[in-house]
């Protein structure tokens, strides 16, 4: 019993759109057949994000033309540049989204002075601020929450690298977290 | 409207067995509501129903009027949608691939959109996190790439395979 013989078309694209970018790659290495439904826009278009487009076009990289649904998948699942202060990931096995805040778009204890704005060739933003002598840290960011994927635990990552060995008394410190939600009508959700 | 006997309508499959339904579970069926939608002065013959054999059209049946009796409790309680997804998991776990890609052909060719998700669903979470080989082989397919052919696209789609986890098979 060779699926792709009795299924029609439509039905074997409604079943790999059901299971997941990785396994729609998967499906597609089988046959040719198999690879010709896995391909199609029909699949892809429902593993991107509803609002891909707006996404692709707030990208400093805009200019993509339409290569068809899944090249713009691999496009956005590669960091993209969003601004100078924010990058955009999809998450390639779920298809999620994923923002990233520069050091310009955070707002950094001892960031004004005594430190330095230098580029950096590992990180993905332009700038980074390198700060020379502190006594503690504290960094703020704030993302607008609407434009998360939905039904998504999220977990929020501080990204940084010791300048160097004699960088002491770094490592076995305590961190503190705080996050909270704010609406134009005031807090409504607060965690430590 | 003054009828107090529900409207009987029947079916008959290409095995030609013939299932006389309720009117509302008749309607449920895409394919069947468009006949008479189209025909609304269709006789009481029985309407042929070529590419669905008697096996699948008694699950069709079956399922239908369980999920119309679920609907004609109303949005009353959760219970209601929990005891539809126990019905359609089980409906899964009864069919081996090979019924289920049939019962599949079914409701696709009778238009019964609730149910063609829930087996495509059900389909889908077969082989999601599988290898290729054993996508082959639960779906009956021979490998047709040759090894150029099959290098190439392993090539193009590795982006996919990176940092994620070995497949299971």
Same mark, same amino acid.
């Given at each position: ?5 009795? &299924? ?5 694209? +409604?079943? *790999? ?56 998948? !691999?496009? !956005? ?12 990931? &999809? ?39 390198? &700060? ?25 990552? +501080? ?14 410190? #305590? ?18 | 409207? =003054? ?43 029985? *309407? ?9 059209? =008694? ?12 609907? #004609? ?30 019962? *599949? ?65």
């Amino acid at each position: 019993m060779d699926i792709t013989r009795i &299924l029609p078309e439509e039905c074997l694209c +409604l079943i *790999i759109s059901l299971t997941s970018p990785v396994d729609a790659c998967g499906s597609a290495m089988v046959s040719h057949a198999l690879r010709s439904v896995a391909d199609c826009d029909a699949v892809w278009e429902k593993f991107l994000p509803s609002d891909y487009k707006s996404i692709i076009s707030g990208s400093s990289s805009s200019s993509l033309l339409s290569p068809g649904k899944r090249r713009i998948y !691999i496009f !956005i699942s590669v960091s993209i540049p969003f601004s100078l202060k924010m990058s955009f990931q &999809l998450k390639k096995e779920s298809g999620k989204k994923c923002y990233m805040l520069g050091a310009r778009a955070l707002s950094i204890i001892w960031g004004d002075t005594p430190s330095t704005w230098k580029s950096l060739p590992e990180s993905r933003f332009s700038e980074v601020v390198e &700060l020379k002598l502190v006594w503690w840290l504290e960094v703020k960011g704030m993302i607008d929450i609407t434009i998360l994927s939905y039904n998504t635990n999220y977990a929020a990552y +501080l990204v940084f690298k010791l300048r160097n060995k004699r960088t002491i008394e770094f490592r076995h410190r #305590a961190v503190g977290l705080h996050m909270s939600a704010e609406s134009p009508h005031g807090k409504c959700g607060v965690c430590r | 409207m =003054s009828t107090t006997v529900p409207k009987k309508i029947t079916l008959r499959t290409a095995d030609n067995h013939e299932f006389e339904v309720d009117e509302a579970v008749a309607m449920e069926l895409g394919t069947v509501k468009t006949f008479f939608d189209e025909n609304p002065d269709a006789t009481d013959e029985p *309407i042929p129903l070529p590419n669905v054999s008697s096996k699948c059209l =008694s699950t069709i049946i079956e399922y239908c009027k369980f999920h119309l009796s679920l609907r #004609a409790r109303g949005n009353d309680s959760s219970s209601a949608e929990e005891e539809g997804k126990v019905y359609d998991e089980e409906l899964i776990k009864t069919h081996d691939n090979e019924s289920l890609v049939e019962l *599949i052909l079914a409701v696709n060719y009778l238009n019964i959109k609730d149910m063609l998700d829930t087996l495509n669903q059900g389909v889908a979470d077969r082989i999601k996190n599988k290898s290729v080989e054993y996508v082959r082989r639960f779906f009956g397919i021979e490998n047709d790439y040759t090894p150029e052919e099959e290098a190439e696209i392993r090539a193009q789609y590795e982006w996919a395979f990176e940092g994620v986890d070995p497949d299971d098979d």
